[in-house]
Nanobody
């Protein structure tokens, strides 16, 4: 089982920046996907930015050009640098990972979430 621990959320004014970090309990080399989702109050959880197998990155249209996801496989971490934050970015941000095991089963893992609040 993969454990994911996030840090770095908080309160920021519109136009500001925040950096989220997530540490995985095992090597990120073993993970088929790793990245970030978010869930605003009363809304469904949505993809923010995810590294997929093969190294491609999917960004939500709403964050393109403002958010940057990065990973450090030597430290088993993935980070989300958020700039030009908007009130509509307010949400709980979840670290996400997927792992395909040798028996062909695939599991999905989530961190506990970290609150990001952007004030106008």
């Amino acid at each position: 089982q993969v454990q994911l621990v996030e840090s770095g959320g908080g309160l920021v004014q519109a136009g500001g920046s925040l950096r989220l970090s997530c540490t995985a309990s095992e090597s990120t080399f073993n993970l088929n996907a790793i990245g970030w989702y978010r869930q605003a109050l009363g809304k469904q959880r949505e993809l923010v930015a995810v590294f997929n197998s093969g190294g491609t990155i999917n960004y939500a249209d709403a964050v393109k050009g403002r958010f940057t996801v990065s990973r450090d496989n030597t430290k088993n971490t993935v980070a989300l640098q958020m700039t030009s934050l908007k009130p509509e970015d307010t949400a709980v941000y979840y670290c996400y990972a997927a792992r395909l095991y040798s028996d062909a089963t695939k599991y999905y893992y989530w961190g506990q979430g970290t609150q990001v609040t952007v004030s106008s």
